[in-house]
């Protein structure tokens, strides 16, 4: 029952518009952080890039952000894939930790 309860701390999505970003172009992203019952809440987050499994890049230098609720890149300062990526499978990972509890939100991507 403990797990349950701990498993149900809170609920983590991410929003992207697709999953083949343009290099060189804004990738706008959003992330929302809720309790059960629908409700913003506290949270941290961090993103990297990962290639077969393996981290290969921090977004935002591994910038660690603390919000409440939705998360989004502020307007020119969006993620931006490099050319070096065009046509790499990656994938997208934000870690969000509230509650004690650490959510990793997983999105592949192919830079185009």
Request: charge should be positive; hydrophobic fraction near 40%; glycine fraction near 8%.
């Amino acid at each position: 029952m403990l797990e349950l309860a701990l498993a149900a701390a809170f609920k983590a999505t991410l929003s992207a518009p697709t999953h083949r970003p343009r290099v060189d172009h804004p990738w706008p992203i959003a992330i929302r952080v809720t309790d059960p019952g629908g409700h913003p809440i506290r949270a941290r987050l961090t993103m990297r890039l990962l290639y077969s499994g393996i981290a290969v890049g921090k977004v935002d230098n591994g910038r660690v952000y603390t919000f409440l609720g939705t998360w989004r890149e502020q307007k020119g300062e969006e993620i931006k894939y490099p050319s070096a990526s065009s046509g790499q499978r990656l994938m997208f990972q934000a870690l969000v930790t509230a509650r004690g509890r650490t959510i990793k939100l997983n999105y592949w991507v192919r830079p185009r």
